[in-house]
Structures are given as C-alpha cells and as structure tokens.
C-alpha cells in the first residue's frame, strides 16, 4: 500500500487537491469501519501526499455521522505524521471578516453524540490536551498564509457545537461572551483523536459568516457559505501548496510522544483483543509485554 507522510483533511468545499500527482486511491477498512471516502495519495511539490474528503465526494455525510476514528485510524496506516485539516467557521469578533482564515490555537467541545476517542472495552487513556493543535504545524501555515497574501489570523479558540443546524442567537452571544472566537462543527473528535494517534493536527479555518450574534448581518444560509467558501478553498489550496514541503521530517513537538504517559491501564490487564485492535497507535509501548 502507498505510503504519505501528510495528510489533508478536506471539509466544505474542499474535495479534491489541485496539483496532486500520480494519485492512486485506496478503499481501507479500519477496526473501526470505513473512512468517509476513498483516499487519494499522490504527490504535492514532491511530497507524499493522503487525501481525504471529511463528508465524503458529493457532501453526504454529517458533522455528527463523520467516521471520524476510522478517517484518523486510517490516515495513520498510511504512515501520516501530519494532518492538515480544512474547517468551515462563522465568526465571533468584528475584526475576523467572512473571507478571513483564522489558525486557531484552543477549542471548546459543545458536540455530544460523537465516539471522541480509541480507547474503550478494558482500556482507559488521557492524553495531554492542553494545547489541542501542533504548534509547529500551526506556524507553518501561518507563515505560508501570510506570503499568499490573505487576511489571516493566528491563534483563536474555536467552539466545536454538535450541529447539523446552526447556532440559536442565545447560544451565538454565550459563546461570543466566554471569549471565543470562531465556531464549527468539525474540529472534534478529529483533533482529539489524532493527538491520540500521536500525529500533529492543524486546521486552516475558513470564515463565512458572523453566525447569529450579529442580528444586522445576513443570515446564515448553505448559498451563503459556499458562495464564499469558494474564494477560501481556492486560498486553503494554494497555502497547502506552500505548506507541505516546509514541514520539518523530524518532529520535535509533544505529538509526536503524546501516548507515552497516557494509558491509565495496567498492561497485564489489556484485553487482548484491544491490544490487536489498538496495536498501530500503542503496539510500541507493549513491546516486551507478555
């Protein structure tokens, strides 16, 4: 099976990589059912690259009926260490326009109906959250943000609701009030579960609206946001371009050993069938158990 080093996670809009060469797509079938879609592994400025739709090809699939574990479950069997994901947002502040893209650095979990991590059935882990995107990786597109040349802003928090509907104007003002600064429906379990996986996460928001706060702006519509969402993708493409090539081999940040201290289970007392199951994002810190 082809191998990639980065993955792209594609949301709204987002459904294929422009420039991606030599692409072959690949059906894989996880202990945790199957990805969203086919993923296409190809090649981006020289780089391996694994390209997945989030809603799957023609939007089908919902925020909550994402197969969010099989999607970072698989990404990861092809060898990805990193993950570039694309995310829709509406905005809480003036200053982040529709059109702007935001590299948020901190989350707010609202979803509730979402499987949010691997482990389970005799196995309990924690993984350290704190800072929930890869900095390194956040940096970097950030820095190739800048030289396309678009309005974009580093850091933010971003409240991840449960959708598919969109926020009421009481939710919109309380979230706004907690200091928040953009809200979607995506980012979780996915950057959860890839931190579990050990593999770095960052996302490159794409603004389309002032959600509900705002009552003088134009409600929040599908037209609405895919109008707009055509000129971010456009952008999002050209930033991963850049992207890619300048994300270091060796990884020097905590996503790398996020497992490490984490699993809260004695060994001995691993179910078997979970330590087959959960061999590709623990097997080595079994090594050596019996």
Not at 218 to 246: F, G, M, N, W, Y
């Amino acid at each position: 099976m082809p191998q990639a080093k980065i993955g792209v996670i594609g949301g709204t809009g987002l459904y294929d990589i422009e420039g991606l060469t030599g692409v072959e797509e690949v059906d894989i079938k996880t202990p945790f059912g199957k990805p969203s879609d086919a993923i296409g592994i190809g090649k981006l400025e020289g780089v391996g690259i694994a390209f997945l739709p989030r809603h799957g090809r023609g939007h089908r699939i919902s925020p909550t009926e994402v197969p969010y574990r099989a999607n970072i479950y698989a990404l990861k069997s092809l060898g990805v260490e990193h993950i570039i994901a694309i995310n829709s947002v509406g905005s809480f502040r003036e200053e982040i326009k529709p059109g702007d893209l935001v590299i948020p650095d901190q989350l707010i979990d609202r979803t509730r109906s979402r499987a949010n991590s691997f482990f389970s059935g005799g196995i309990v882990a924690h993984v350290p959250f704190a800072e929930p995107f890869c900095p390194v990786l956040s940096q970097t597109l950030y820095q190739a943000a800048e030289e396309v040349g678009d309005s974009v802003h580093l850091n933010g928090t971003y409240v991840c609701m449960e959708g598919p509907a969109f926020s009421t104007r009481a939710e919109s003002r309380l979230y706004r009030s907690w200091g928040a600064d953009i809200i979607g429906m995506t980012a979780l379990p996915e950057a959860k579960l890839a931190r579990e996986a050990e593999i770095c996460y960052a996302i490159i928001a794409c603004v389309t609206d002032y959600d509900s706060w705002k009552e003088l702006s134009e409600p929040v519509t599908v037209d609405v946001i895919l109008d707009i969402l055509h000129q971010s993708v456009d952008i999002a493409k050209k930033i991963i371009k850049l992207a890619v090539s300048r994300i270091p081999d060796k990884r020097d940040c905590d996503c790398a050993t996020a497992m490490q201290t984490a699993m809260a289970t004695t060994l001995e007392f691993i179910p078997a069938e979970q330590k087959k199951k959960l061999n590709l994002l623990i097997g080595k810190y079994l090594e050596g158990d019996s």
